[in-house]
């Protein structure tokens, strides 16, 4: 059809005047419909709609047979009304539980009162205020706020701000093996995973180092002039809760300075308390250049994430009128509900201690694993981490695994390769009704990342959980996983 011709016609007086046909509402679901999905639909709808391969490793944990009809506190509640204590935490979310009363009470209270949402047009109460808020959680002088949606969105703001920082002469950013940054276009140059770097086009001013490993950044830095930023995790999460000591963080610092690199620290899943400290890189009395937080930040009730930059960084990147919009905050970026919930949850991290509460019970919790270590020595390798960010690394079973069990591992079991960790998880959910979560590139850990209200008796019930799966023994534990995945 030519719309040329189209919009040149005038249309005749009855063409005009006759009625607009009626849009018709397409088969939408109702609020109410949603939240009444069975099992069999929603498994319907995933696979329809959303990650038909995905719901092959729900099958594999038996996560795929639970509906959560409610979360409060350290508890998902299932269909049948089973509480389900949440050890995943949502890979770092939930710092605060489910459904924290205070935050639910400032979001009904905004609601009510008809407060404003977006702010593009005018400067928004909520967003500097939380600004404010997060510059003062902050040391040094960082102070420069961005607020985004997502951990990713923080990240790319910060390899943007640093780049510009640091200049055209500097275009290169140093990052770790297996680091986890997003998976967004940027970041996804600087997260070290082939699965999740696929056949993407990266970009190629990027240089690779290993965690931890202080020779190679600063053979690097010296032999490479024009690295000008380097991106760290200061927990790797995704690695298996992988930590580097004080002295290289110190000397990392001292390196920065140096050779004029900046340092932007990965807080998206380690930061807001989860070590026992606001920031993890405060263990060690260094403050890097950006910081990026994300996850617990939207209280577990929202989207909420944000770069941090030091004032010198932001302004020689972003500092005049000229400047100031290269990388504005998007649409949503500092979104009223979400940051006043955002608000609201730092106040709540501090009024009820969560952070020295996270350092204590952090520590119980890793006495407790270490316990069970010298008791099942052949299953456990390591217990290692910090605050409510804790890894438990089990032996490599694929080559111990006995002989008889291997080849129906092989065949059932081809994404999981013979874990215990999978094997281990879809047996606490399933008998003890206990939720834990995995990492990224290492296999063989179980990452365990409760909320910050966990208490001593939360994680008493774990360890009897734990402990009465591992007590079944390597052989019970896969047979009985390989039963499980047959019937
Ligand atoms: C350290 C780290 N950085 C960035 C991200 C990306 O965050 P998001 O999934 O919110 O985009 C994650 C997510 O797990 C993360 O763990």
Same mark, same amino acid.
């Given at each position: 059809?030519?719309?040329?011709?189209?919009?040149?016609?005038?249309? &005749?007086? !009855?063409?005009?005047?006759?009625?607009?046909?009626?849009?018709?509402?397409?088969?939408?679901?109702?609020?109410?419909?949603?939240?009444?999905?069975?099992?069999?639909?929603?498994?319907?709808?995933?696979?329809?709609?959303?990650?038909?391969?995905?719901?092959h490793f729900?099958?594999l944990?038996?996560?795929?047979?639970?509906?959560?009809?409610?979360?409060?506190?350290?508890?998902?509640?299932?269909?049948? /009304?089973?509480?389900?204590?949440?050890?995943?935490?949502?890979?770092?979310?939930?710092?605060?539980?489910?459904?924290?009363?205070?935050?639910?009470?400032?979001?009904?209270?905004?609601?009510?009162?008809?407060?404003?949402?977006?702010?593009?047009?005018?400067?928004?109460?909520?967003?500097?205020?939380?600004?404010?808020?997060?510059?003062?959680?902050?040391?040094?002088?960082?102070?420069?706020?961005?607020?985004?949606?997502?951990?990713?969105?923080?990240?790319?703001?910060?390899?943007?701000?640093?780049?510009?920082?640091?200049?055209?002469?500097?275009?290169?950013?140093?990052?770790?093996?297996?680091?986890?940054? /997003?998976? &967004?276009?940027?970041?996804?140059?600087?997260?070290?995973?082939?699965?999740?770097?696929?056949?993407?086009?990266?970009?190629?001013?990027?240089?690779?180092?290993?965690?931890?490993?202080?020779?190679?950044?600063?053979?690097?830095?010296?032999?490479?002039?024009?690295?000008?930023?380097?991106?760290?995790?200061?927990?790797?999460? +995704? +690695?298996?809760?992988?930590?580097?000591?004080?002295?290289?963080?110190?000397? =990392?610092?001292?390196?920065?300075?140096?050779?004029?690199?900046?340092?932007?620290?990965?807080?998206?899943?380690? /930061?807001? /308390?989860?070590?026992?400290?606001?920031?993890?890189?405060?263990?060690?009395?260094?403050?890097?250049?950006?910081?990026?937080?994300?996850?617990?930040?939207? +209280?577990?009730?929202?989207?909420?994430?944000?770069?941090?930059?030091?004032?010198?960084?932001?302004?020689?990147?972003?500092?005049?009128?000229?400047?100031?919009?290269?990388?504005?905050?998007?649409?949503?970026?500092?979104?009223?509900?979400?940051?006043?919930?955002?608000?609201?949850?730092?106040?709540?991290?501090?009024?009820? +201690?969560?952070?020295?509460?996270?350092?204590?019970?952090?520590?119980?919790?890793?006495?407790?694993?270490?316990?069970?270590?010298? @008791?099942?020595?052949?299953?456990?390798?390591?217990?290692?981490?910090?605050?409510?960010?804790?890894?438990?690394?089990?032996?490599?079973?694929?080559?111990?695994?006995?002989?008889? =069990?291997?080849?129906?591992i092989a065949m059932l079991d081809d994404k999981l390769k013979g874990?215990?960790?999978?094997?281990?998880?879809?047996?606490?959910?399933? !008998?003890?009704?206990?939720?834990?979560?995995?990492?990224?590139?290492?296999?063989?850990?179980?990452?365990?990342?409760?909320?910050?209200?966990?208490? @001593?008796?939360?994680? !008493?019930?774990?360890?009897?959980?734990? !402990?009465?799966?591992?007590?079944?023994?390597?052989?019970?534990?896969?047979?009985?996983?390989?039963?499980?995945?047959?019937?």
């Open positions: 059809m030519n719309t040329a011709v189209r919009l040149n016609e005038q249309p &005749t007086l !009855d063409a005009a005047k006759a009625p607009r046909a009626k849009t018709e509402k397409p088969n939408l679901l109702s609020v109410d419909q949603a939240k009444a999905l069975d099992l069999p639909q929603m498994t319907d709808l995933f696979t329809q709609h959303l990650n038909p391969g995905q719901l729900m099958k944990l038996g996560f795929h047979k639970i509906k959560v009809e409610r979360a409060e506190g350290m508890y998902y509640y299932d269909q049948n /009304g089973r509480k389900i204590l949440d050890f995943f935490g949502g890979f770092g979310s939930l710092a605060f539980g489910h459904n924290h009363p205070r935050i639910i009470e400032a979001r009904k209270t905004f609601q009510d009162e008809k407060r404003h949402e977006i702010a593009i047009a005018f400067m928004s109460q909520y967003a500097t205020a939380l600004a404010h808020n997060l510059a003062a959680c902050s040391p040094g002088d960082l102070d420069m706020v961005f607020l985004g949606s997502s951990g990713s969105e923080a990240m790319e703001a910060a390899i943007k701000v640093a780049e510009r920082a640091a200049g055209p002469q500097k275009p290169k950013v140093v990052y770790a093996e297996n680091s986890f940054h /997003g998976k &967004t276009k940027g970041v996804l140059s600087i997260t070290d995973g082939s699965l999740y770097r696929g056949q993407f086009k990266l970009v190629d001013n990027t240089v690779r180092v290993p965690f931890g490993d202080i020779e190679a950044i600063e053979n690097a830095f010296r032999s490479d002039p024009e690295i000008g930023v380097i991106v760290l995790e200061t927990v790797q999460g +995704g +690695g298996g809760i992988i930590q580097a000591d004080a002295a290289f963080w110190q000397k =990392l610092r001292q390196l920065c300075d140096q050779y004029g690199v900046l340092w932007v620290a990965d807080e998206v899943q380690c /930061g807001l /308390g989860r070590t026992g400290k606001f920031y993890a890189f405060e263990h060690y009395d260094v403050v890097p250049d950006v910081t990026a937080l994300a996850k617990s930040l939207g +209280g577990g009730k929202t989207a909420m994430a944000a770069m941090i930059a030091r004032r010198e960084v932001y302004m020689k990147a972003y500092g005049t009128p000229k400047t100031a919009m290269i990388h504005a905050m998007a649409t949503f970026g500092g979104i009223g509900e979400a940051c006043i919930t955002s608000i609201e949850a730092l106040n709540v991290l501090y009024d009820e +201690g969560l952070i020295d509460r996270t350092a204590e019970v952090g520590d119980y919790l890793l006495d407790q694993l270490r316990v069970l270590q010298a @008791r099942y020595p052949s299953l456990i390798k390591e217990v290692r981490g910090q605050g409510m960010m804790v890894g438990l690394e089990f032996h490599d079973f694929s080559q111990t695994m006995p002989l008889v =069990l291997r080849p129906v874990s215990l960790p999978g094997f281990i998880g879809s047996h606490l959910l399933r !008998d003890h009704g206990v939720l834990v979560a995995f990492t990224e590139y290492n296999r063989n850990v179980i990452r365990l990342e409760p909320p910050l209200i966990c208490e @001593r008796e939360h994680v !008493d019930q774990f360890i009897t959980a734990l !402990d009465e799966v591992m007590s079944r023994g390597i052989i019970r534990i896969v047979k009985d996983f390989v039963t499980a995945q047959v019937k």
